[in-house]
């Protein structure tokens, strides 16, 4: 095939690029009155991959390949993308740089490139600052006693265990040391109860060095941000103060403003404690670590194996790496001295950031014989047999598996689980929100048969049927309605779940806010919402029910990965119900998902 048998003309046609996509490459295009077709193409491709939530595109993913792998989102025009064929990289790299509009790393021009990569501008601003601030981070403090001095203290919070290497202490002695610590786990490994006696331990021990200890407490999202608040709160008096936010309003957004707190005006804060933080994409997180005071700690909890951020990039995954931890000679012997743990080092030459990592695998919520946890396991591990075995095998009471996601199988899965949350007793509104405390439905997409917003009609045409709630009322008692976009002067945010109470005639909605505290907002008030029975995987990061119902569509899609299904499997502490055909599960346990980005390497530099 011709490299070359195509014309602009030909590429605005395909429907698989968004208009974003093409009034980009126009503009980039009309700079210099280049009129490459290959040059606009890659603009396109450049800024579809930004919006699919890379921070780049790597040109050698494009490079001596068609374009047949976008036909199956413009079927229509199948042909024409099976007939456009890419040069190798060297030369799509060649074609860039001769646009006045492109050009390397370190150029104030809209498009740069850093070696096979292609970035806009600001996101590769983004991704050199983060990764440099990350870096910097990566270092010892000097606000604390001698080891000796600390042992008492320590063991009072981390006591040894004899024979057992815990990693829960290993991560209190890398936050004692280090002004970075970045503590990943998947639900159920102690993350949050390890933190708040982290905490504890810091404030204690910088009270002995004659330091008081301002902490903050942060999620990306409210309900994320009141959990940890909840624990933290629960914890020792020495942090029961302790403030809490999203990280939104712990920055001070302002609408016209951007953030209030920059590296001009950093936060007052000693110790910032940061949860969820796999939600967290590139831009924030880069407004976030600007805005720490120089000489601050920060401790940033997550789970590595879950889904990435809506935005771009996967910040936290990247700065966590392989998920091995390799330590230097240096923190190795800290945290034998203070925790009895025999640590792999790898000397002095590994990466600065590895003497900041924790990895907690022993899981103290579900036990050998717990369905979820295994499940959970296969499912990361990549083993799709594995996932069907469990899945079919009917010998976990907190697993069960239907082949289908028909309207009668669903509709059977919810009327099963209201009859286990509504108590006969119950009035309405004490109804649904008993059902919406424990029980969420889960969809990988928002729009289809299998969607979140069919699902969510669904539930509440069952709801109608069962007496529970009026169908003709729009905010009906007990609703559960979740924000779908930011209103900084209400001071709700994407993501923020109310409940919809009335009282004496007057329709609210409740949110529980991140200090433990509850706000009521008139209905009529609301920003944009929608209804919250049912919501896509995405949208419930940061959250737990009893019992979570999965449904997928019947065939598969991209956005259908593994970290999708590990995501939606362990929102679940009690049940699990996947509705599914076994082809879509098999092809989204063997599918990773991995973003387009530099930040892994940058910030994993050996020596650095």
């Known amino acids: 095939m011709n490299r070359v048998n195509y014309g602009i003309e030909q590429l605005e046609k395909l429907e698989a690029f968004s208009d974003m996509d093409r009034h980009v490459a126009f503009y980039l295009s009309s700079v210099d009155g280049y009129d490459s077709p290959l040059f606009f193409l890659m603009m396109m491709l450049l800024s579809r991959s930004i919006e699919k939530g890379n921070v780049c595109l790597f040109t050698e993913r494009v490079a001596g390949r068609s374009l047949s792998w976008l036909s199956p989102e413009d079927p229509d025009n199948a042909g024409l993308y099976d007939s456009i064929m890419l040069p190798g990289v060297d030369e799509i790299v060649s074609c860039v740089k001769k646009s006045s509009a492109a050009g390397m790393e370190g150029d104030r021009l809209p498009v740069l490139i850093s070696g096979k990569s292609l970035y806009f501008h600001r996101q590769m601003v983004c991704e050199n600052e983060l990764s440099a601030m990350v870096r910097s981070m990566c270092r010892n403090m000097d606000d604390l006693q001698p080891l000796d001095s600390l042992l008492p203290l320590f063991g009072k919070y981390f006591p040894r265990v004899a024979g057992e290497t815990d990693m829960q202490a290993v991560a209190a002695a890398i936050s004692l040391r280090r002004g970075l610590s970045v503590i990943s786990g998947g639900p159920g490994t102690g993350k949050t109860s390890t933190v708040v006696r982290i905490l504890s331990l810091i404030t204690e021990a910088r009270r002995l060095s004659g330091f008081d200890t301002r902490v903050a407490l942060t999620a990306p999202t409210g309900k994320a941000a009141a959990k940890l608040a909840l624990s933290a709160n629960s914890g020792s008096d020495l942090i029961s103060q302790a403030e809490s936010f999203t990280i939104h309003r712990l920055l001070g957004y302002g609408r016209n403003s951007g953030f209030r707190h920059n590296r001009g005006n950093p936060l007052d804060f000693d110790v910032v404690i940061a949860d969820e933080c796999s939600m967290a994409d590139l831009q924030l997180m880069h407004s976030f ?291 599914g055909t076994e082809d879509v599960i098999r092809k989204m346990t063997c599918t990773g998902l991995e973003r387009m980005s530099g930040l892994r390497p940058k910030i994993h530099q050996p020596g650095i």
């Open 289 to 579: 670590f600007s805005a720490l005071k120089p000489g601050s700690r920060l401790i940033l909890l997550g789970d590595r194996d879950q889904l990435a951020s809506v935005e771009g990039g996967a910040v936290f995954g990247d700065i966590c790496g392989t998920g091995a931890a390799w330590y230097s000679r240096d923190m190795a012997a800290w945290c034998a001295g203070l925790t009895g743990a025999d640590l792999s080092s790898a000397g002095d030459k590994g990466p600065a950031i590895g003497d900041s990592l924790t990895f907690l695998s022993k899981n103290w919520r579900f036990g050998s014989e717990s369905g979820i946890g295994r499940l959970a396991a296969a499912v990361n591990s990549g083993d799709s047999d594995g996932v069907m075995e469990i899945l079919k095998s009917g010998r976990f009471a907190d697993i069960e598996y239907v082949s289908s996601s028909g309207s009668a199988v669903v509709n059977a899965v919810i009327k099963s689980a209201a009859g286990r949350y509504i108590g006969a007793g119950d009035i309405a509104a004490q109804a649904v929100a008993s059902l919406t405390g424990s029980f969420c439905i889960l969809t990988a997409t928002r729009k289809g048969n299998s969607g979140m917003e069919r699902m969510n009609r669904a539930a509440e045409a069952l709801l109608a049927q069962l007496g529970v709630i009026d169908p003709s009322a729009l905010f009906y008692p007990g609703r559960p309605v979740m924000v779908t976009g930011n209103d900084y002067a209400l001071q709700l945010f994407n993501g923020d779940i109310g409940i919809v109470e009335i009282e004496q005639g007057v329709e609210h909605a409740v949110f529980r806010l991140s200090d433990g505290t509850s706000r009521s907002i008139r209905c009529n008030r609301l920003p944009a919402h929608e209804t919250a029975f049912a919501m896509t995987v995405h949208k419930s990061q940061g959250s737990e029910f009893d019992e979570v119902l999965l449904v997928l569509p019947d065939k598969w899609n991209p956005v259908m990965c593994r970290e999708l299904l590990y995501t939606a499997v362990t929102r679940g502490k009690k049940r699990v119900t996947i509705a």
